[in-house]
């Protein structure tokens, strides 16, 4: 329940936050913004975790629960305190078919079906690359931990480069990018049988594009369809879930066959996003 509670806070709030910031940032500076924003989540990974890691150690399991709930509620009244002088936007008629809306918009499905492929690419590949390490290279368990720190860099790395040059370059190119890039990643490791050390930095490449490629679409997908940016949003979520279900779904059976079948898959996907992504941009100039 409590996990139940922590993820519906999460997928309320995080729209929430991005559909405000979509409201008061210009669409020519929102990625910079929206990337740094998203640096919160790496940071919490890579200083966070080891901090959870000693509160546990010295003072039990249910340590850091104490100290996340005095946080929250700090960070609670500072949100309430900042946003009290903000009015409540002006309801539009027809609010509350704001998600028949999506669904029946081309530009909004196109959006959505980026989000699905490139999560689902990343799924198939993220879910096995600590049994194909084991099984490839006979990694231990400390050295497979060790390992899954390149996730934590890769997502610092990804939002600080969509953080220099996403509005810079553009949204649309800088996903584009991101998405061949991931590409070349996923190639790159059927290269990789023979060297852990290969194996571990294709997999940090792989995971640098993914989230380039993930922190760029945020603010491409704000722009979308503006006046219906928290729906669309939450939406993006959703598809990016569904993305990773699928994604999880496909996982194991492929690898059955050989992780040579999870990197198709993943490329497979990719492609897939390139194509909602051209149709998305010869539509509606983002």
């Known amino acids: 329940m409590a996990l139940l509670l922590t993820m519906l ?4 709030f995080d729209p929430s936050l991005l559909a ?3 409201d008061k940032v210009a669409y020519q500076a929102r990625g910079r913004v929206m990337a740094l924003m998203e640096l919160g989540w790496s940071l919490s990974f ?6 959870v890691g000693l509160l546990i ?3 039990g399991w249910t340590a850091p629960f104490g100290v996340f709930a005095i946080f929250g509620a700090l960070l609670l009244l500072g949100i309430v305190s900042k946003l009290a002088a903000d009015q409540a936007p002006a309801k539009l008629p027809g609010e509350r078919h704001s998600f028949f809306t999506i669904l029946t918009s081309s530009l909004a499905l196109n959006g959505l079906a980026i989000g699905l492929s490139i999560s689902a690419a990343n799924e198939v590949i993220n879910l096995v690359f600590g049994v194909w390490l084991e099984d490839a290279f006979q990694l231990r368990i400390a050295a497979l931990g060790a390992t899954t720190a390149v996730i934590g860099i890769s997502e610092f790395t990804g939002e600080f480069l969509v953080a220099g040059f996403v509005d810079k370059l553009g949204k649309p190119k800088t996903v584009m990018l991101g998405i061949l890039l991931n590409i070349l990643a996923a190639i790159g490791l059927t290269q990789a049988q023979g060297s ?3 194996a571990v930095f294709g997999l940090l490449f792989f995971y640098i594009t993914f989230e380039l490629t993930l922190v760029s679409s945020i603010p491409l997908m704000s722009e979308i369809l503006p006046e219906k940016r928290a729906t669309m949003l939450s939406s993006t979520g959703a ?3 569904l993305g990773r279900a699928f994604g999880a779904f ?3 059976p492929l690898y059955r066959i050989g992780i040579f079948a999870n990197l198709a898959v993943a490329v497979g996907f990719n492609i897939l996003a390139l194509l909602a992504l051209w149709t998305l941009t010869q539509r509606k100039s983002l």
């Open 9 to 12: 806070g999460k997928y309320i």
């Open 250 to 252: 496909l996982a194991a």
């Open 20 to 22: 405000y910031i979509g």
């Open 57 to 59: 150690a010295r003072f």
């Open 239 to 241: 598809s990016h879930s």
């Open 196 to 198: 852990t050390s290969a």
């Open 46 to 51: 890579l200083i966070g975790v080891p901090l």
